[in-house]
């Protein structure tokens, strides 16, 4: 047991910790090598000074923009998986939406964020609205799939039990749609995330958007990359959240079992 | 003259596909009727027709023409109160239910008492693997999920699609007596009739064997296998088996056989 954890640590946490270790040393190295200014271009040393400096402001500010972003990709999700029901069960009605949804996905969303401001204000919804629209397309697109792709003889034995559509689609089509489903959450919550970060640049009074756009503004570029940094970090955080509750909720589909 | 109900009947029942390019039929002229309890195979080479027939006597399919009745009704009225069990080729179980909870699917739908389920386990021989997820099964034990999972709905008529057909031939020749026992254990006499290629299959089980024709699928023979219950492998090595086993071979034989005929 004990063997096996060890294992583990050294076969899948070393060799990342390690690449990410070397490519830190080169770049403060090479900084302090060609004695390159900070206003271009910071060391590491310098990022994390400026980050243990007030950790809790960081912190704080990413809370705020994880906060957006999920609440937009709550809504986002409802939305689509709500027009992905009418549409897997009704031709006509995807006709008529998926036109809508294509229009979304293909306006750069950057583009509306200004009109959003002069409409919505400062405040969170413009953030909301953004992170949303970018979620709504992909989890569209795969649960309509999803809740399509059904085992014939599966639905076959369904109908043989004379199961209610009710009964098909919770018995069946739901639960058989979770891999299309997870795969778009893994699409859409970074997705969100970038959302609420731009919409913060235009009109954020918090989160790390607004901290990156301050920092660039009065040119502390230390503070610019932590916030990145906090970025990145709270976007590995979300992929690995997913990914366990990937392997929990779908340790009976061939894309979890061919892992192990 | 005293009328005589049957648990199944067919009348020149026919089938066309029109949904491929050219009008495919699969069946032609059928008459065909099943007394109550009877365990019926229908024997025929593949393509012949004999899975249509299944799911136009389970309600899946509407025939193009001819009557059906079964328990005295239309078959997807009779779907529709339960009377009918469906074990398909593909045992279809839902991987993400135990071997319980496939069992149990039926039990939720149609609302009966889920209690049932371990009994029904029991029954098949699967009680200790209650907790198994499908993909952790043979094919011959998932193939038992789906036989309880149709039991589960006690249904008076079992329809039987090729179930053993894609299980080795060591399982398959196990199951056949595992069938024979289930289903000669119940409290009642289901109504069977079980599809398959196999003429060992089709005689070790049946009272009676109904031979089909390939393309279209015509009945060419209809025969009663007075082999004495209970069956047991050693039934296969009787010289009556093997005169059956000659007779139906006899039977299949292509040119015997109608149907396009594949020159050089």
């Known amino acids: 047991m004990m063997r096996s954890v060890l294992r583990v640590i050294a076969g899948c946490v070393v060799p990342p910790l390690l690449a990410f270790a070397l490519l830190i040393a080169f770049w403060e190295s090479y900084i302090a090598w060609r004695d390159v200014s900070i206003f271009v271009m910071p060391a590491p040393s310098d990022i994390a000074e400026r980050f243990a ?93 999803g809740f399509r792709d059904v085992n014939p003889a599966q639905l076959e034995f369904f109908r043989s039990i004379n199961a209610s559509p009710w009964q098909v689609f919770w018995k069946l089509r739901a639960p058989g749609s979770l891999p299309y489903i997870m795969s778009a959450l893994k699409i859409t ?72 | 003259m005293a009328k005589v109900s049957f648990h199944v009947s067919l009348n020149s029942v026919s089938h066309v596909f029109t949904d491929g390019r050219l009008p495919l039929r699969a069946l032609e002229d059928i008459f065909l009727t099943v007394p109550a309890g009877q365990f019926v195979s229908v024997l025929g080479p593949s393509g012949c027709g004999k899975s249509t027939l299944l799911r136009i006597i389970g309600g899946l399919v509407r025939p193009s023409s001819g009557g059906v009745e079964v328990a005295g009704d239309a078959p997807n009225r009779a779907q529709a109160t339960r009377e009918i069990g469906f074990v398909f080729q593909d045992p279809a179980l839902l991987p993400w239910r135990t071997v319980l909870g496939n069992v149990t699917l039926p039990l939720e739908v149609t609302g009966r008492r889920r209690e049932l389920a371990p009994l029904l386990l029991r029954l098949t021989g699967l009680s200790e693997f209650a907790d ?133």
């Not at chain 1, 960081?58 to 027009?83: D, K, P, Q, R």
């Not at chain 1, 809508?100 to 964020?113: E, F, N």
């Open chain 1, 53 to 145: 400096d007030d950790p809790g402001f960081f912190v704080e500010e990413g809370w705020w923009t994880l906060y957006e972003a999920t609440l937009g990709l709550l809504i986002g999700s409802i939305v689509a998986l709500l027009a992905a029901v009418a549409m897997s069960y009704s031709r006509p009605l995807e006709r008529a939406i998926f036109p809508i949804a294509v229009a979304i996905k293909v306006t750069p969303l950057v583009a509306i964020s200004p009109v959003l401001v002069i409409v919505f204000g400062f405040g969170v919804m413009p953030k909301l609205i953004i992170a949303t629209l970018l979620c709504f397309f992909p989890m569209l697109v795969n649960a309509t799939i």
């Open chain 1, 189 to 260: 919550y970074p997705l969100a995330l970038t959302g609420a970060v731009v919409a913060e640049w235009f009109s954020g009074t918090r989160g790390l958007g607004y901290v990156i756009y301050a920092a660039w503004l009065n040119l502390r570029t230390a503070e610019l990359f932590a916030a990145i940094a906090v970025l990145a970090v709270t976007g590995v955080f979300i992929y690995a959240v997913l990914s366990l509750l990937e392997q929990r909720l779908l340790f009976w589909h061939e894309s979890v079992r061919s892992v192990r």
């Open chain 2, 132 to 264: 198994y997820y499908p993909h952790q099964l043979s094919g011959g034990m998932q193939q038992r999920t789906a036989l309880a999972r149709a039991l589960a709905i006690d249904p008076a008529l079992l329809l039987m699609d090729e179930p053993f057909g894609a299980l080795d031939e060591i399982t398959r020749t196990s199951m056949r007596y595992e069938l024979l026992r289930i289903w000669s254990a119940a409290e009642r006499r289901r109504t069977v009739i079980f599809v398959t290629h196999s003429i060992t299959e089709a005689l070790v089980l049946s009272d009676r064997v109904v031979v089909l024709s390939g393309q279209p699928g015509r009945i060419v023979a209809d025969i009663e296998v007075e082999l004495e219950r209970p069956r047991t492998p050693e039934i296969e090595r009787s010289s009556a088996f093997l005169d059956y086993t000659d007779y139906l071979r006899e039977m299949l034989n292509p040119s015997r056989m109608q149907g396009p005929v594949v020159s050089a």
